[in-house]
T-cell receptor
Framework: GENVEQHPSTLSVQEGDSAVIKCTYS??????FPWYKQELGKGPQLIID?????GEKKDQRIAVTLNKTAKHFSLHITETQPEDSAVYFC???????????FGKGTTLSVSS | NAGVTQTPKFQVLKTGQSMTLQCAQD?????MSWYRQDPGMGLRLIHY???????DQGEVPNGYNVSRSTTEDFPLRLLSAAPSQTSVYFC???????????????FGPGTRLTVL
């Protein structure tokens, strides 16, 4: 079955710096790759997603890149702000398209 | 729309007790699922449903039962709680646009369960 590895597990940056979180997946049939942000005491919330027919997607300060050949995808946050501090999860769809397999999460801390 | 709602927010059980975690959504989503979140483990899929009357097992189904009698509701039942089931439980839903096509999942606020 699908396996998703996420790195790093923790990331500390200064306000205004960029942050990059990387994930790899094992199932070449996966075709949907979302990123979720989870604030303390709340459920995960989708911040950006990408499908396998697209190599890059951007939404203001957030971008995701996908390399299908290498089976990895990355989240890029530019001009980080303290409110970006949270746990970020990547995920990949399974072959049947009925389940998401999640990475173990990255705790991002942005200090001002 | 209320989105995805979960009750209760917190629950403490003794080993062997049973209970049902409630989940409801008002977005007319066909797909609903239950995850558990443990420290350092991310989110792991327990059970899911692609529509009323249809359920299937996820990665960690043992010790949990589900049913889907309506589109709106997807309760998760613990028949005999064990300390290993101490976790935070999230329900999620999404619309289904066809086989193999995945769409945004909306998560509820979670239920924090402690089994003593």
């Amino acid at each position: 079955g699908e396996n998703v590895e996420q790195h790093p597990s923790t990331l500390s940056v200064q306000e205004g710096d960029s942050a990059v979180i990387k994930c790899t997946y094992s199932d070449s049939a996966s075709n949907y790759f979302p990123w979720y942000k989870q604030e303390l005491g709340k459920g995960p919330q989708l911040i950006i997603d990408i499908r396998s027919n697209v190599g890059e997607k951007k939404d203001q300060r957030i971008a995701v890149t996908l390399n299908k050949t290498a089976k990895h995808f990355s989240l890029h946050i530019t001009e980080t702000q303290p409110e970006d501090s949270a746990v970020y999860f990547c995920a990949a769809s399974d072959q049947a398209g009925t389940a998401l397999i999640f990475g173990k999460g990255t705790t991002l801390s942005v200090s001002s | 729309n209320a989105g995805v709602t979960q009750t209760p927010k917190f629950q403490v059980l003794k080993t062997g007790q049973s209970m049902t975690l409630q989940c409801a959504q008002d977005m007319n989503h066909e797909y609903m699922s239950w995850y558990r979140q443990d420290p350092g483990m991310g989110l792991r899929l327990i059970h899911y449903s692609v529509g009323a009357g249809i359920t299937d097992q996820g990665e960690v189904p043992n010790g949990y039962n589900v049913s889907r009698s309506t589109t709106e509701d997807f309760p998760l039942r613990l028949l005999s709680a064990a300390p290993s089931q101490t976790s935070v439980y999230f329900c999620a839903s999404s619309y289904s646009s066809g086989q193999g096509e995945y769409n945004e999942q909306f998560f509820g606020p979670g239920t924090r369960l402690t089994v003593l």
